[in-house]
């Protein structure tokens, strides 16, 4: 089992940066493929980036592809996403996540076995 406490949230222009944090418990932190996921007000939970587990391979939605990059460092037991450029429409609440299956990288929510408490991102126009 891993518990993961994201931080780095906040209010930022758009245009602007921010930088996310995942932290996680646990010895197995390079057994889990790792993502990030974001949910807005009244909208579903969505893909945002994800990273396999050795970093080796990283996957982007589209709307932040060019934008956000996904990093691991299993020897801090860490994971970031540095977001640039950022849009009035990458306000949402972010979510660090962990996947036992580390054979193919999956981006639906409901393939990941545990979660943050998730930290908001406000991105003002």
């Known amino acids: 089992q891993v518990q993961l406490v994201e931080s780095g949230g906040g209010l930022v222009q758009a245009g602007g940066s921010l930088r996310l944090s995942c932290a996680a418990s646990?010895?197995?932190?390079?057994?889990?493929?790792m993502a990030w996921f974001r949910q807005a007000p009244g909208k579903e939970r969505e893909f945002v980036a994800a990273?396999?587990?050795?970093?080796?391979?990283?996957y982007y939605a589209d709307s932040v592809k060019g934008r956000f990059t996904i990093s691991r460092d299993n020897a801090k037991n860490t994971m970031t996403l540095q977001m640039n450029s950022l849009k009035p429409e990458d306000t949402a609440v972010y979510y660090c996540?962990?996947?036992?299956?580390?054979?193919?990288?999956?981006?639906?929510?409901?393939?990941?076995?545990?979660w943050g408490q998730g930290t908001q991102v406000t991105v003002s126009s």
């Open positions: 990273i396999s587990f050795n970093g080796g391979r990283t």
């Open positions: 646990g010895r197995t932190f390079s057994s889990y493929t």
């Open positions: 996540s962990a996947d036992r299956t580390i054979v193919v990288v999956r981006t639906t929510p409901w393939d990941y076995d545990y």
